[in-house]
């Protein structure tokens, strides 16, 4: 696997105006270009104040920092860091950094200091992709599940199904390598170990459909026909004053979205442009009836509102034939004023607030479904559940082999086909493409 070990730099906060930001440098030549610029006393495993000098300029002061060094191998990357803590202006991240790079160091690539750290054996790539959902995680329940991972939650049950494998494989070929001296083990062992893992494979594909949902989230639209209240109860549902509220039907003239974490459930919560078909709509109400027809098409679930203080009409019936085929919850707003409900309703008031936590916890029960998202014990990716399912596929092949007591040196072919699968989690086997795919999904900095 081929790897450029120069010393490179990045800020690791994000770019803007703040009062401090952290500038991370990693490699071989990190000592030397920041005893070049740093006016002040650097003590490992220490807290170190001084200046950072333009070294190219008369040793002209830049700013007062704090820098956090780490000496090989006691650090993030497996290298030598330096960590630069200044104030969080532009100029002055530029300054430095651009100082930084004068002296001998380059810019990271995205990912690059985590990548880094797992070459340099640090972590494995399940937790470096831990590393990834944290930084992008939209919930605090997924969050914290991905900081289990990041401390090897799911690196070790991995651990544990591969030792199995490996003792078991190891058996087998000497077994095979040494018969006058080693007996092949029984069937009966073959088949218990197997059983064993794949039972351990199913725990944590188990929870495969609720690490999905955290990752991605769900798309949730309030439709409806003009005036019933959508945004009001769009407000209502993010405890703020997001969406114009008006007597005005047609006021919505566009989508709008906000995100809002539901126990543990990211969910993107669109307000649509009320749908109708009048023929004196203008152009615009007209170009944002389109948008909602899409959302309503594109989200998971729809909350379909009707105006319970006037009778159900021809519109109210042509957006339910549009939602009822998806899931949905049907929702009779102004039930402080209103007289015409359904059976199958949900009554509220979004003036009074009557029900608001009501339906919240019904919508909840609709985004989360079946899944124990607080009881799930690991999280995994797209990339991770397909190794998963590799060697689950080749173990149930070496199982069927041991039933009918094939020959070992053949069932040893499918139980090293689910090793490799394994090892493609832990990064123990992987390519280049697949290495450079991951952290090319990181932000630069980390």
């Not at 832990?426 to 952290?439: K, M, P, Q, R």
Request: aromatic letters at 6%; charged letters at 30%.
């Amino acid at each position: 696997m081929d790897f450029d070990f120069d010393t490179i730099t990045a800020p690791a906060t994000a770019l803007g105006t703040s009062g401090v930001a952290v500038i991370r440098i990693s490699g071989a030549k990190t000592f030397e270009i920041v005893n070049k610029i740093f006016k002040g006393k650097i003590e490992i495993g220490k807290i170190c104040y001084g200046k950072i000098v333009d070294n190219f300029n008369n040793n002209q002061t830049l700013d007062e920092v704090i820098l956090l060094p780490f000496k090989t191998p006691h650090s993030f990357t497996g290298e030598d860091v330096i960590e630069i803590q200044c104030h969080g202006g532009l100029k002055v991240i530029d300054g430095i950094l651009n100082l930084i790079l004068k002296n001998g160091a380059r810019i990271a690539q995205r990912g690059e200091f985590t990548k880094r750290a797992f070459l340099n054996k640090k972590m494995d790539l399940s937790q470096a992709e831990a590393v990834l959902d944290i930084i992008h995680s939209k919930t605090s329940v997924f969050a914290q599940k991905n900081a289990d991972n990041l401390s090897g939650a799911l690196s070790k049950h991995i651990s544990e199904i591969r030792k199995d494998l490996l003792d078991l494989m190891s058996k087998i070929v000497a077994g095979i390598d040494f018969p006058e001296d080693v007996k092949e083990p029984k069937y009966e062992e073959l088949e218990e170990v197997v059983k064993i893992s794949l039972e351990k494979i199913d725990e944590i594909l188990k929870s495969a459909k609720s690490s999905n949902l955290m990752r991605q989230g769900l798309k949730v639209a309030i439709a409806g026909k003009p005036n019933v209240g959508k945004s009001s109860l769009f407000n209502r549902l993010l405890s703020q004053n997001r969406a114009i509220v008006t007597e005005i039907a047609g006021t919505t003239r566009d989508i709008i979205q906000e995100s809002l974490d539901m126990d543990g459930i990211p969910v993107t919560l669109i307000d649509t442009a009320g749908i109708r078909e009048d023929e004196d709509i203008d152009k615009v109400e007209k170009i944002g009836i389109d948008y909602s027809k899409k959302a309503v098409e594109n989200a998971e679930l729809i909350l379909f509102m009707y105006d319970s203080s006037t009778p159900w009409d021809e519109t109210d019936s042509v957006i339910y034939d549009m939602v009822k085929c998806k899931p949905f919850l049907k929702i009779a707003n102004k039930s402080d004023i209103g007289t015409y409900f359904d059976s199958d309703s949900i009554k509220i008031s979004t003036k009074t607030g009557e029900n608001i936590a009501e339906l919240r916890a019904l919508i909840s029960k609709k985004v989360i479904g079946e899944n124990e998202i607080e009881n799930i014990d690991y999280v995994t990716n797209k990339r991770q559940q397909e190794c998963l399912l590799l060697a689950k596929k080749h173990l149930e092949t070496a199982l069927d082999a041991i039933m009918i007591n094939e020959l070992q040196d053949l069932i040893s072919i499918d139980i090293k086909s689910a090793l490799l699968a394994l090892d493609e989690i832990s990064g123990e086997v992987i390519t280049d493409e697949i290495l450079n795919n991951i952290f090319e999904n990181f932000c630069i900095g980390k």
